[in-house]
């Protein structure tokens, strides 16, 4: 049997078919078959060293904890904002490299967590501390993987706290109900991105994207020193507190990782506020003014920052691993989406590098560790926390801080996006 079609004859033989191609035609053959060699269809895209890097300490992060719940060196589980900022994390590697391990290390967390009706296990809204709503940003991401309604509905429960939690008469949510009349810079990461994006996936009324950019607006002006650039770890609004300066009502000093979720935030929610939103701007002016003066900080040596940022050097102040990811993390975002000069794309690489250096360790097992990152850090409480330099320098420090496993990750993807 024999057939023809464009210069290109099909002989039947004992064997099947066979072709005799036209001689332009077998020209044509010959070189997209070179071109196959040298560019083969099925070859991988070759890892960056900044997704590597990620890859790296996020393997190590599913063995030194096989359960997502047990990062932040838990006993048993709690609904927290720590082992939801590594769901994040691990979301946004999976987006990245479609390794199914990440995605399954999740999807038992949130198994776990989850109901079918959309509860969540040992969640306490009326508790109203805004630390829990951002332990639910990675729903999102596992939503719009899965699809499965209980996730919303669970995204929906977190977002109705926000409609009864506590404020100051300003406007801006307290960071706990046990913390009347108090802002804390960390709270505006743990809250306010997730209500921005609740905003726009939820099809909510645009006039609330005001209430999310009044958050910050007032935030600043309330921490802000002027002397400095830098933003005070709290204010507070009844100048109650111990700790509170009864003239401005600020907290005695500087914190490395309150101002680096503080960016984290101002990066992460200009995702979601409108580009012409009139405090846009503002807020991305913010984000300038401190990047800038967190410069003038940097040590020059290891590119890092110290846990009192403007103490560098001063006896027991230490190079502290979680607040220089998370610099690097709103350096890298802030040039790839335009909100810093693109200067800030070489800090970020250039504090990679010296992160890598001087705060990662591999240990006898072949996994990765992440170094010198503060345990906690906070203001009043019992024990009481001070906020002076003494305690900061005073807290707890430990390798493998959920608080920067989940920073340093998404700070490697960042800068893989910059490539």
């Not at 804390?184 to 006039?207: H, N, S, T, V």
Request: with cysteine; hydrophobic share 35%; charged share 25%.
């Amino acid at each position: 049997m024999k057939g023809k079609t464009q210069g290109t004859s099909f002989i039947h033989t004992r064997h099947g078919f066979a072709f005799r191609a036209h001689p332009s035609t077998m020209r044509l053959l010959v070189a997209l078959l070179l071109c196959m060699t040298v560019f083969p269809l099925s070859a991988k895209k070759k890892e960056s060293i900044y997704e590597s890097w990620a890859i790296r300490i996020a393997q190590s992060e599913m063995r030194h904890n096989p359960e997502l719940w047990r990062a932040d060196f838990v006993k048993k589980p709690k609904w927290d904002y720590t082992q939801g900022l590594v769901a994040y994390a691990m979301m946004n590697l999976y987006n990245e490299t479609k390794d199914t391990s990440y995605l399954g290390y999740v999807q038992r967390f949130a198994d776990y967590f989850i109901e079918p009706d959309g509860s969540i296990k040992t969640y306490q809204p009326d508790s109203y501390n805004i630390d829990r709503i951002n332990g639910g940003k990675f729903l999102f991401l596992l939503y719009q993987k899965t699809k499965e309604e209980r996730l919303m509905k669970a995204i929906c429960l977190l977002r109705k706290q926000l409609d009864t939690h506590p404020r100051m008469k300003c406007g801006v949510f307290w960071h706990k109900k046990i913390y009347p009349e108090q802002v804390w810079l960390d709270g505006l990461y743990m809250g306010a991105p997730f209500y921005a994006q609740c905003i726009k996936e939820c099809k909510e009324d645009k006039r609330l994207y005001d209430d999310v950019a009044m958050q910050f607006t007032r935030t600043d002006s309330l921490t802000i020193d002027l002397s400095t650039g830098l933003n005070y770890h709290a204010y507070d609004d009844a100048r109650q507190q111990p700790w509170a300066d009864p003239k401005t009502g600020h907290s005695p000093g500087f914190w490395g990782r309150s101002m680096g979720w503080y960016m984290m935030a101002m990066c992460d929610v200009l995702d979601y506020l409108p580009k012409n939103h009139p405090q846009r701007g503002r807020i991305i002016g913010n984000l300038n003014r401190l990047a800038n003066a967190l410069l003038l900080y940097q040590d020059q040596e290891t590119k890092l920052w110290y846990q009192v940022p403007n103490y560098p050097g001063r006896e027991g102040n230490y190079l502290e691993s979680s607040c220089s990811a998370m610099f690097i993390y709103a350096f890298a975002k802030g040039a790839r989406k335009g909100y810093l000069p693109y200067r800030f794309a070489n800090i970020a690489k250039e504090s990679f590098e010296g992160f890598v250096q001087h705060a990662t360790l591999s240990n006898p097992d072949g996994t990765m560790s992440i170094t010198r990152a503060c345990g906690v850090a906070g203001l009043g409480g019992n024990p009481y926390r001070s906020g002076t330099y003494e305690y900061y320098i005073g807290e707890k420090v430990r390798n493998d801080d959920p608080k920067v496993v989940g920073p340093f990750i998404l700070a490697a993807l960042e800068l893989n996006r910059l490539r």
